[in-house]
C-alpha cells in the first residue's frame, strides 16, 4: 500500500472519529432535558469522554501531520541526492501504467 494511500485512509478516519464525536455531542445535548440522576451523571461521564477523545483526536492529527510531512522531506531529499534514479522510476512507472492503461 503506498504512502498516499495509508494517509488517505488515516484521514478517512480522523474524518470517521470527528463525525462520530459531533454526533455523540448531539446526543448528548438532545438528553439535556432529562432530569434523572442517573442520566446526570451518564452524560457527565460521555461529556468527560468525549473532551479526552478529542483531546487525543488533536495529538492524532498532529501526528498523522508530521509523519506526511518527514515523508515529503525524505522523498524530497531522495530525489535531490538521486535525481537520474527518480526519473528512471518514474519513467518505469509511467511506462507500466501505460501498457496496463493501453490493454483496456
Known sequence: MSTAAIAK???QLLDDV???LASTEELLNATIDDGSQQSKELRKRLADKLTVAKAKLVEAEQVVVGKAKEAVKATD???HENPWKSISI???VGFLLGML???R
Open 9 to 11: 485512509e488515516k484521514e
Open 77 to 79: 531529499q531522495y530525489v
Open 101 to 103: 492503461v493501453s490493454r
Open 18 to 20: 470527528r463525525q462520530v
Open 90 to 92: 518514474a519513467a518505469g
